[in-house]
């Protein structure tokens, strides 16, 4: 079994090989290929690769490169994790919308349409060249923003799931508050990509008896400390949101305490620095506890069981993916990407039913399924009116005047990356 990685010289990537040296029972890599343009990085992402791979006893072999093309050929499945204009790019996104006073965040909000109209055309060409090379390969997305690029690859009639962490994190802090393994909790993960909430906790699969009011009882100050939201709110509302909704349901409050400090991307540039020189360091032979601050926790274990599901090996039968509606929601069409439970198999995801979805959530997500509908056609389409008319649409905006404002802002900074402009 043959997997490429495009984006191999991400600092997350020995979180990926640890995954891969752990549970190769799961999915038996012979050949893993780390992709990506930046020789420096890749040279030690992939020395460090090679250290786990072998303090581990795991007999795959491991390459890197700088050419796509010939990085994926012939690869089974293609993980994307990539970064369109890197850090600098990112730092952006999360300072210039505050400045119209608006959440400057990397996958939300005006930010989040810039980081999509830098990707979707990036991430389309990738996966058009996959297809040359292996029309039977599987792309498993974990760039951001994951609904909207995974949605582009669908669209464009690829073999694609997405892939996010927000779901097995719950998963695994769930089971640690309950005391049991984490493959006993099921949860009733609903909504789009960072848009999620989780209206039950099950213990023993989908039919499985509903936790979630005792965890809430019982811990309901721990998770809501960590979501950096009132308890209050969840007992009101009964369910627990992904802390994505703390943009949507304490915007003001974001944006003043955003404006008081460094970027999310400053940290993570000087996080990543110093990880840098870590892996060139010729001891390191496992992934260094700094990384867990990076983000992406769990991002390994969600992408071995999903890869090995994908190909025919022994993976989950139901996880937490992001693939095509196709009547899961009703009041979505059914060519949206939303995230939820879905059986997954050789031939893709299937999403499992969902009940019927208060209006309180069901109209949010309705209203971010719209933008997501104007961003990836601005994504691929270009142009300024296409982008105002997004950024409209966007609950977080929502105003012509701030539209305005944000769509000038976003083509000033980000127009080395969008051909149109």
């Given at each position: 079994m043959k997997l490429a990685v495009v984006g191999g010289g991400s600092t997350y990537t020995p979180e990926l090989i640890d995954g891969f040296a752990r549970l190769r029972d799961t999915l038996p890599v012979e050949e893993l290929v780390l992709v990506d343009?930046?020789?420096?990085?890749?040279?030690?992402?992939?020395?460090?690769?090679?250290?786990?791979?072998?303090?581990?006893?795991?007999?795959?072999?491991?390459?890197?490169?700088?050419?796509?093309?010939?990085?994926?050929?012939?690869?089974?499945?293609?993980?994307?994790?990539?970064?369109?204009?890197?850090q600098a790019a990112r730092d952006q996104d999360e300072t210039w919308p505050l400045e119209c006073g608006c959440v400057g965040q990397e996958t939300t909000g005006a930010g989040g349409l810039a980081k999509a109209l830098r990707t979707v055309p990036v991430v389309l060409d990738i996966a058009e060249r996959v297809r040359r090379t292996n029309p039977d390969a599987w792309i498993i997305d974990f760039t951001n923003p994951v609904g909207i690029v995974t949605r582009a690859l669908l669209r464009a009639g690829h073999k694609a799931v997405g892939l996010c962490n927000v779901a097995i994190g719950f998963q695994r802090k769930f089971a640690r508050l309950l005391e049991v393994e984490p493959g006993q909790v099921h949860l009733d993960h609903v909504g789009l990509n960072?848009?999620?909430?989780?209206?039950?906790?099950?213990?023993?699969?989908?039919?499985?008896?509903?936790?979630?009011?005792?965890?809430?009882?019982?811990?309901?100050?721990?998770?809501?400390?960590?979501?950096?939201?009132?308890?209050?709110?969840?007992?009101?509302?009964?369910?627990?949101?992904?802390?994505?909704?703390?943009?949507?349901y304490?915007?003001?409050?974001?944006?003043?305490?955003?404006?008081?400090?460094?970027?999310?991307?400053?940290?993570?540039?000087?996080?990543?620095?110093?990880?840098?020189?870590m892996y060139g360091d010729p001891a390191l032979d496992e992934k260094p506890g700094l990384l867990a601050k990076r983000g992406g926790a769990f991002y390994s274990e969600a992408a071995v069981d999903l890869a090995a599901s994908l190909l025919g090996g022994g993976?989950?039968?139901?996880?937490?993916?992001?693939?095509?509606?196709?009547?899961?929601?009703?009041?979505?069409?059914?060519?949206?990407?939303?995230?939820?439970?879905?059986?997954?198999?050789?031939?893709g995801a299937a999403p499992l039913a969902v009940p019927a979805l208060d209006p309180l959530y069901a109209g949010l997500i309705a209203n971010v399924?719209?933008?997501?509908?104007?961003?990836?056609?601005?994504?691929?389409?270009?142009?300024?009116?296409?982008?105002?008319?997004?950024?409209?649409?966007?609950?977080?905006?929502?105003?012509?005047?701030?539209?305005?404002?944000?769509?000038?802002?976003?083509?000033?900074?980000?127009?080395?990356?969008?051909?149109?402009?």
């Open positions: 343009p930046a020789a420096d990085r890749l040279e030690l992402v992939g020395g460090l690769a090679r250290r786990i791979f072998a303090k581990q006893d795991h007999a795959g072999k491991i390459t890197t490169t700088t050419d796509l093309d010939a990085g994926v050929a012939g690869a089974d499945a293609v993980l994307l994790q990539l970064r369109v204009g890197g960072h848009l999620t909430w989780e209206l039950g906790v099950r213990l023993g699969g989908p039919d499985g008896e509903n936790v979630l009011p005792k965890l809430l009882a019982e811990h309901g100050d721990a998770i809501a400390d960590d979501l950096h939201m009132p308890r209050r709110l969840m007992d009101r509302l009964g369910v627990v949101p992904s802390y994505y909704l703390r943009y949507f304490a915007h003001d409050e974001v944006v003043r305490e955003l404006g008081t400090k460094p970027s999310r991307a400053a940290e993570v540039a000087a996080m990543e620095k110093e990880l840098l020189e993976g989950s039968p139901v996880q937490v993916v992001n693939t095509y509606n196709n009547g899961t929601l009703p009041f979505l069409p059914d060519d949206a990407v939303i995230e939820v439970q879905a059986r997954v198999g050789h031939e399924t719209a933008y997501e509908d104007l961003a990836l056609e601005a994504a691929l389409r270009g142009g300024r009116e296409r982008v105002f008319r997004a950024l409209l649409a966007h609950p977080l905006i929502g105003q012509y005047d701030y539209a305005e404002q944000l769509t000038d802002r976003l083509i000033a900074h980000n127009r080395e990356h969008l051909a149109w402009a």
